[in-house]
């Protein structure tokens, strides 16, 4: 069964720290992974992609990784913001031979800044 | 601009009165999706449509109805709701074109059952 696994489920961080966020999944064969970030009341808004053949990609103070062969990736964001305080949601595509392929959600980091 | 709209964004309803949650996205997409997110769950689809008039069960389809009468609208429907699905909902919307169409997502109806 085709799973997607986050971890922390919540984390609290002081402005203007670092923190990373982990993602494990268990789709196969694997197309690309996109996290999304979803502020309180609101709907969930891509952040970034990523591909087999991608290993980083930055957006901003948004860094994500991906290890394709450990099936992992991780959201770093750096020196953070109030405004950063939101869900973020691992999302990951399976591939085929054609056709649209399903995804499958993470339950989400519950990410707080504190002043 | 482009953007996925629900209707309405709060709802309180008593069990068994029929309600209709509507979701019309501007952006000429082919596919649509339903979920509902609870708490410790994350997102879970109900129901997705690839095009008008196609739609198919996602993972949480039971006491939800759908339909896809034009390309714009995806209605979720309940006929008789119940207190269990008191829920956070969300309508997304992509192109079925390309390896990698971004999903965009309404901005939620949060559905009380008494």
Not at chain 1, 76 to 83: F, K, R
Not at chain 1, 87 to 111: A, D, E, H, M, P
Not at chain 2, 79 to 96: R, V
Request: positive net charge.
């Amino acid at each position: 069964k085709n799973q997607v696994e986050q971890s922390p489920q919540s984390l609290i961080i002081l402005e203007g720290k670092n923190c990373t966020l982990q993602c494990n999944y268990t789709v196969s064969p694997f197309s690309n992974l996109r996290w999304y970030k979803q502020d309180t009341g609101r709907g969930p808004v891509s952040l970034t992609i990523m591909t087999f053949s991608e290993n980083t990609k930055s957006n901003g103070r948004y860094t994500a990784t991906l290890d394709a062969d450990t099936k992992q990736s991780s959201l770093h964001i750096t020196a953070s913001q109030l405004s950063d305080s939101a869900s973020y949601i691992c999302v990951v595509r399976g591939r085929n031979s054609g056709g649209y392929q399903k995804v499958t959600f993470g339950t989400g980091t519950k990410l707080q800044v504190i002043p | 601009e482009a953007q996925v709209t629900q209707n309405p964004r709060y709802l309180i309803t008593v069990t068994g009165k029929k309600l209709t949650v509507t979701c019309s996205q501007n952006m000429n997409h082919e596919y649509m999706s339903w979920y509902r997110q609870d708490p410790g769950l994350g997102l879970r689809q109900i129901y997705y449509s690839m095009n008008v008039e196609v739609t198919d069960k996602g993972d949480v389809p039971e006491g939800y109805k759908v339909s896809r009468k034009e390309k714009r609208n995806f209605p979720l429907i309940l006929e008789s709701p119940s207190p269990n699905q008191t829920s956070l909902y969300f309508c997304a919307s992509s192109s079925t074109r390309g390896a990698d169409p971004e999903a965009f997502f309404g901005q939620g109806t949060r559905l009380t059952v008494v």
